[in-house]
């Protein structure tokens, strides 16, 4: 513990999060049903997999699930890894919302100036 930064909060978490279980809520874009949303969240959780990190997935609403780990300490790494994915809406993790790739811009409301 005497190795953390306290300019570093996501560091200090993946320290005091090592070891203890964690849930992380992931949002799919768009109106998807159930199935599309277990679907798309299942070829995630088999990536993962793949990069050697265990996640459970549970479908909680037709466009949410959660993924549970083990190792909270990995929460941030599969934060990183999701909020890349096309139809990631958002990732929370411990109440902090990070956008994903999928959440589009809403268009400005700013008038427009006239030179």
């Known amino acids: 513990m005497s190795k953390l930064d306290p300019k570093d909060p996501e560091g200090f978490l993946k320290a005091t999060k090592k070891g203890k279980t964690l849930m992380i809520f992931v949002s799919v874009t ?3 049903t159930r199935k599309e949303t277990e679907d798309i969240t299942g070829l995630w959780q088999s990536s993962l ?3 050697h990190v265990d996640v459970q997935r549970f479908v909680i609403e037709d466009h949410r699930s959660i993924f549970m780990l083990k190792d909270g300490s990995k ?3 599969v934060k990183d890894y999701l909020v890349k994915q096309e139809k990631c809406l958002s990732v929370t993790i411990e109440g902090k919302v990070y956008d994903g790739a999928g959440k589009k811009e809403k268009p400005s409301n700013d008038k427009k100036r006239e030179e």
């Open 30 to 32: 768009g109106e998807p």
């Open 49 to 51: 997999f793949n990069a």
């Open 75 to 77: 929460s941030w790494e």
